[in-house]
């Protein structure tokens, strides 16, 4: 169970890069016309991964 795991940390890590870059590209867009975006959808979705990750890895310590 373990190198599946690992894969899926990799994987989960590699989206919240992802998504903190277009975030981060946004924000400067946004930024330049004097505006600044709310973020809940990403905030929301790395919250959900993270919470999923934990709850993995403490189901492969347990049992």
């Known amino acids: ?8 940390f990799l994987i989960v890590s590699i989206i919240i890069l992802i998504l903190g870059s277009h975030r981060y590209f946004e ?3 946004w930024v330049v016309q004097g505006k600044f ?21 403490l189901m492969v310590v347990i049992v």
């Open 1 to 8: 169970m373990g190198k599946p795991l690992g894969t899926t």
């Open 27 to 29: 924000c400067q867009h």
């Open 37 to 57: 975006p709310v973020s809940r959808g990403s905030i929301i979705l790395v919250m959900a991964l993270s919470f999923a990750l934990i709850v993995a890895s």
